[in-house]
């Protein structure tokens, strides 16, 4: 709190009026970080009159590499959520995410109808907290820390070196791409 304080020119003391821990500060920057996500992948879903897996995959994985941090963010997230942070401050940043979940969520099942909960898809809410545990996931396996990256770069261990972009697309399309043939078997 204080180097943040110090950056944005007030007294930690002062800081703490805004934010009454480091955890809240956090939780702000995360709100701050995926609303601006959230309305960038909003505004590419209102643009797609529809969609198939692979475009949809690609449109995530652009919101995604457009906002860089966010995945290094919400990697923490739960951590935070779970430590020095009130039951209003935790309430209030889960509704808000809600509000995001369900307004998206609605979007990509107007673009991909085989997501809709009502036609036997998991609902496009539920996929975006699907898009979230991949996305971290591999983001933590992308960003090893410095004696794992060492081990990394040794022969024989090229399975385990992680480009993160192509990796979400490639899990997004199978995933989506299993959602949409079960929706296609099982009919509308």
Same mark, same amino acid.
């Given at each position: 709190m204080a180097g943040v304080a110090e950056r944005a020119g007030l007294a930690k003391g002062t800081a703490f009026l805004y934010f009454r821990t480091k955890e809240s500060l956090f939780l702000a920057l995360a709100t701050e970080r995926l609303d601006a996500w959230f309305a960038d992948l909003d505004a590419g879903l209102e643009a797609e009159p529809g969609c198939d897996p692979r475009r949809l995959a690609r449109l995530v994985c652009g919101t995604v590499e457009r906002h860089p941090g966010l995945t290094r963010l919400l990697a923490v997230l739960h951590g935070v959520l779970e430590r020095n942070v009130d039951a =209003? &401050? *935790? %309430?209030d940043f889960k509704q808000g995410l809600l509000a995001h979940l369900t307004r998206t969520g609605a979007l990509l099942e107007r673009a991909c109808p085989f997501l809709a909960a009502a036609a036997g898809g998991p609902g496009g809410a539920v #996929? !975006?907290? %699907? $898009?979230? *545990?991949? *996305? $971290? =996931?591999i983001a933590?396996? *992308?960003d090893p820390p410095p004696v794992v990256a060492a081990v990394l770069a040794e022969p024989g261990m090229e399975v385990f070196r992680v480009d993160p972009g192509p990796? !979400?697309?490639? &899990? #997004?399309? @199978?995933? #989506? @791409? =299993?959602?949409e043939q079960l929706r296609t078997r099982s009919g509308p």
């Open positions: =209003g &401050t *935790a %309430r #996929l !975006l907290l %699907r $898009v979230h *545990a991949l *996305a $971290v =996931g933590q396996l *992308a990796m !979400l697309e490639e &899990t #997004l399309v @199978s995933l #989506l @791409s =299993g959602l």
